[in-house]
T-cell receptor, first 113, second 111 residues
């Protein structure tokens, strides 16, 4: 079945550590996105990529980094520079950049201890 | 960036009742989408709207793209317990601009 797979679903990190969240899609979509979700707030865009080897900062990119070496994969690294990293992270993809619907993964919940 | 105003924030209703929620924006949007998110899961698309005035149904769900292109509403008729979740609106000003999301409406349905 086609879809988006995020891993891990739950992750605990100590302060000062970097952590990488995985996102893989087999929908043959060109565009991929990372959103952050905090309680009572809408989804906020961290980074997006419209094509392989290219990505753009979203509204809240500080303290995060991404890579897009393959069409299917768009990993997100939460660095120690991110001041408040505890959140629910959602990866999404679409056929092309910001057109039509976004397909979301099941999310990864990161907790900093 | 431009955010959407979604209301109400939460709703507590009895099974069988109808539900209505809406989103407004200060700028004109070309696309409105409605998503539902179950606890601990990613949002799933319910309805997509691409034309001003468009009224689209998906089972018990009906959504409309406002004629001013600055608002959209979602109605759920005859609610059932599995309607519980958070409903998000999302809008896009034009192609190649990112999708903006409302803060969500948390729906609780009492059997």
């Amino acid at each position: 079945d086609g879809g988006i797979t995020q891993s891990p679903k739950y992750l605990f990190r100590k302060e000062g550590q970097n952590v990488t969240l995985s996102c893989e899609q087999n929908l043959n979509h060109d565009a991929m996105y990372w959103y952050r979700q905090d309680p009572g707030q809408g989804l906020r865009l961290i980074y997006y990529s419209q094509i392989v080897n290219d990505f753009q900062k979203g509204d809240i990119a500080e303290g995060y980094s991404v890579s897009r070496e393959k069409k299917e994969s768009f990993p997100l690294t939460v660095t120690s520079a991110q001041k408040n990293p505890t959140a629910f992270y959602l990866c999404a993809s679409s056929i092309s950049g910001f057109t039509g619907e976004l397909f979301f993964g099941e999310g990864s919940r990161l907790t900093v201890l | 960036g431009q955010q959407l105003n979604q209301s109400p924030q939460s709703m507590f209703i009895q099974e069988g009742e109808d539900v209505s929620m809406n989103c407004t924006s200060s700028s004109i949007f070309n696309t409105w989408l409605w998503y539902k998110q179950d606890p601990g899961e990613g949002p799933v698309l319910l309805i997509a709207l691409y034309k001003a005035g468009e009224l689209t149904s998906n089972g018990r769900l009906t959504a409309q793209f406002g004629i001013t292109r600055k608002d959209s509403f979602l109605n759920i008729s005859a609610s059932i317990p599995s309607d519980v979740g958070i409903y998000f609106c999302a809008g896009q000003e034009n192609n190649n601009n990112d999708m903006r999301f409302g803060a969500g409406t948390r729906l609780t349905v009492k059997p």
